[in-house]
């Protein structure tokens, strides 16, 4: 009896090497509880020795039906979903729906609105980043570089609070606007950040950038080429690394994202550590983002005045019958969406994050789909890792910086 067999891996047999039948290799699972695998990934490692001969990812285990879900509320309540979709990018996930939504149903947002979009998502980018760069540190045992990481998104979360009531799962975009205005203490909350946060990227440089030991563990592994990253549908940072360069706010704006000047960093190496170049990049780049849009925020409307599919101000509800009512309307029956189905797309930290919705003139939608980055990006894994050690895995693994709420949904 082979190895397979013993096993019970009789449907992997066509991706492992002839050597894994007869046992010449080993075949080892990493994961899916593993604190490597950044959530509840399973990877089937064939080994020979401590090389990497093949690695075949197994998602699945955090499926959540969150598609299905969405199509069995009203537009409004639907959102909610996104928020748990790739929890850490909330603002991002709520963004990309409720563009869907206003593309489907041709409703108008106020600039006021759409500049705190910008500034939060951009927030939330940096701090999804950040994440990314504690956690990768950790993973290479720079255990300072997650304490320092997390010090500042908790600065990020502060502010998220501060104008939605929640750190994370927010909902604070609404098809139309953004759920109410940011208070007064909203500027002064994000200047302070803008005001300390570059010294801070200064600190992780010279922390990690030239440090010997980290660029032993990054320098030449992990080597994704431009072809090989576009036959496999990688976005973000991680396409930009192989010297493609192509962001959804540069190529195809949205939210006014063409009147900010900022650099889409690319570089050419497609290594671990150019993908981690990129991202201490883009975290200057979002904050410059970030002040340009604070520094132009005007004044006005944060809502949409379309009441076909907005609800009335609250001051309206305690003195008009009319508003009461079309208020409970909205939010009990919900606003019908043209039968038409369109496609939509931002750029998450992750890369190109789309969704598909499509209307049968009901308050529901009778179909959604998500096109999320990490689980294109996560297919490559097996073209860049062979050949490497298994301590080599956890680094480009970390470097393509998945979310298995992305994947599995």
Known sequence: MTQIEEVGLEKFKHLVSERALTGETML???????????GV??????????????CIPDIGYLHTGIEKNMEA????????????????NTMGNNLAYVIAVEKLVDLDVPVRAQGLRVILTELQRIASHLVWLGTSGLDLAAMSMFLYCFREREQILDIFELVSGQRMMTTYFRPGGVWRDVPVEFEKAVRDFIKIFPKRIDEYEALLTKNPLFLDRMLGLGILDSATALSYGVTGPTLRASGVD???????????????????????????????????????????????????????PVRSDNRKFVPPPRSEIGVS????????????????APKASIYSAVESPRGELALMLEGDGGPKPLRVHLRTPSF????????????????????????????LGDIDR
Not at 321 to 336: A, N, Q, R, V, Y
Request: net charge negative; proline share 5%; charged share 25%.
């Open 28 to 38: 080892l699972n990493m994961g899916p509880q593993h604190p490597s695998t950044h």
């Open 41 to 54: 990934l399973r990877l089937l490692l064939e080994l020979d020795g401590e090389i990497v001969v093949n």
């Open 73 to 88: 509320k009203t537009y409004q309540k639907a959102e909610v979903m996104t928020d748990r979709l790739d929890y850490m």
């Open 246 to 300: 192509w962001d959804l706010r540069k190529v195809r704006p949205y939210c006014g994202y063409e009147q900010y000047d900022f650099n889409v960093p690319v570089l050419t190496e497609g290594d671990t550590y150019a993908r981690y170049l990129v991202r201490i990049q883009e975290l200057r780049e979002s904050l410059k983002i970030v002040e340009q849009a604070l520094n132009k925020l005007p004044l006005g």
């Open 321 to 336: 019958m009319e508003s009461l009512i079309h208020h409970f309307k909205l939010w009990t029956e919900g606003f019908p």
């Open 376 to 403: 294109d990006n996560l297919g490559v894994l097996p073209q860049i890792v062979k050949g490497h050690l298994v301590a080599d895995l956890v680094a480009i693994l970390a470097s393509i910086d998945i979310v």
